[in-house]
Structures are given as C-alpha cells and as structure tokens.
C-alpha cells in the first residue's frame, strides 16, 4: 500500500470527529433550550443515523412539557430503550422527546447517575452532573441581575459565550459592539452591557477586558438599553431552567 493511500481515511476520520463535537454543541443547546422532538424525529434522526446514535447513547433522554417530565429513559446499547430501573421502556405514539435537564430529573437524578456510572457511560458534556443555580426571591422581582455588575471579563472569554447560544449586539457609532445578549423561549432577550465594547473586525482594538455594566431583561429579542417602566419584565417569568442555564453561563464567564 502506498504512503498515501490512508490520507482519505485520516480526512474521513477527521471529517467524523468533526462532526460529532458539532452535533454534541447543538445537542447541549437543544437541552439548554428545551427543544422538543416528535417519536418519528426521535428514531429516525437519533437513533437511526449511525453516527449520533453513539451521542444518543450517553445522554438521558425524557418525554413532557417544558413545566416537567412524564419519564425519563436511556438508549441502550442494543438501541432499545430502558428506564432508570433498566426495565424495557416504551415511546407513546404522541409523546415529545427532549434531552432531560437535571432539574426536570427531580428525585431521578441520583438513579440516573448512579445507572451511568455503573455502565462506565461517559457523557458528551455535563448532563446528570451539571451544576444548577436559583435566582434569589430579589432578583425574582427585579428586571436587572445586580451580582454581575461591575465585573471585568476577557473579550475573549465574552466571545466565548456565542458557543453558548449569546450573540453580539448590533454595531453602534464606529462599529462597535456594546452588548451581547441571549434570546428567551418566551419572547425578548437578557442583556450584558459591554464598557468599552467589542470593536467589529478588530475584537481587541478597545481593550482587553470588558466591564458588565449592566445585566437586565429586554423586550427585544436582540437586546438593547434597559429602561425601566411599569410594565417592565422580572426575571420572575423564567422558567426554572432557563434562569439556571442563565446563570451558569454568566457565573463561569465571571469566575
């Protein structure tokens, strides 16, 4: 055999991994986001296409609402379903799949991830042991999320949060960025005020470092300026996962 007749198998290999760390990102978003799938999607897309059901695997999967969980199961090896007992388990005809989020596990939880470390089931990205967080009861009733304030960040780290579903605002005088935000399942957006800003096609040209001068719920659904009316969102309109989710992301990025 030639010396390159393996170039094709390496690029083919290289293509594979490629796609898979593409298909786990929008997976981890889809949980992130509550996204749902009907049992037809669910089997032909998932656990009929030979290269996500090996990701299908690793993850727990549950049928419900985005306000809980009717069950939850795994996909086994054979590609036959289980629940947490490691019973058969069964899709209803007109169930929603989504990927469970460890708060719609509830009291599972720790039968899940006892189930995945007894099979050695190593996960995509954190699922079953992915941190959680809780607005306080303030910050229920408020429009704006005061913890962040103040807070310098790494442009680069700030950039960093478009892996996580953020974007960038739209450019100001000059070009510049001056808020990246995050849109809401319900409508409008969470907004992080940027001091000085992110420059477009030079992310470094005003500095280093971005302040969070201000973390607040927007109406629009790509950010913008936070005035306070009356009628003003609260963050206490978020669903449980979402303001978790919410707050992983601004936690990590400030840490």
């Keep these: 055999m030639g ?27 889809a949980m992130v986001t509550q996204r749902r799938w009907t049992v037809q999607e669910f089997g032909d ?11 299908v695997r ?28 490691d019973g058969e388990y069964t899709l ?7 990927i469970a989020h460890p708060l719609h596990l509830g009291a599972g939880l720790a039968g899940w991830s ?21 607005l306080t009861d303030e910050e229920k009733a408020s429009g704006t999320l005061t913890r962040f304030a103040g807070i310098d960040v790494p442009t680069g780290k700030v950039l960093g949060l478009e892996r996580r579903g953020w974007r960038r605002g739209a450019p100001q005088d000059a070009g510049v960025q001056h808020w990246v935000y995050r849109t809401l399942p319900g ?19 005003l500095g280093e470092n971005q302040r969070f001068s201000g973390v607040f719920l927007s109406t629009h659904d790509e950010g913008g300026v936070y005035r306070p009316r009356p009628e003003s969102p609260t963050f206490a309109g978020l669903d449980a996962v979402t303001a978790s989710e919410l707050l992983r992301d601004l936690t990590e990025v400030t840490a």
Excluded: N
């Excluded at 209803?92 to 989504?98: K, Q």
């Design 3 to 29: 010396e390159g007749a393996g170039r094709p198998f390496r690029g083919r290999s290289k293509d594979v991994r490629t796609l898979a760390a593409s298909q786990i990102a929008r997976f981890e978003l």
């Design 45 to 55: 897309y998932f656990i009929g296409h030979p290269l996500l059901r090996h990701v």
């Design 58 to 85: 690793r993850l727990v999967w549950a049928t419900g609402t985005d306000d809980g969980i009717d069950s939850s199961f795994r996909v086994a090896e054979d590609l036959s379903l289980a629940d947490v007992s």
């Design 92 to 98: 209803a005809d007109d169930a929603v799949v989504g």
């Design 114 to 134: 006892e189930v995945f470390a007894d099979y050695e089931i190593l996960q995509p990205f954190d699922q079953l042991g992915r941190a959680v967080h809780a």
């Design 187 to 205: 409508g409008g957006s969470v907004t992080v005020a940027l001091d000085p800003g992110i420059a477009v096609g030079f992310v470094g040209a």
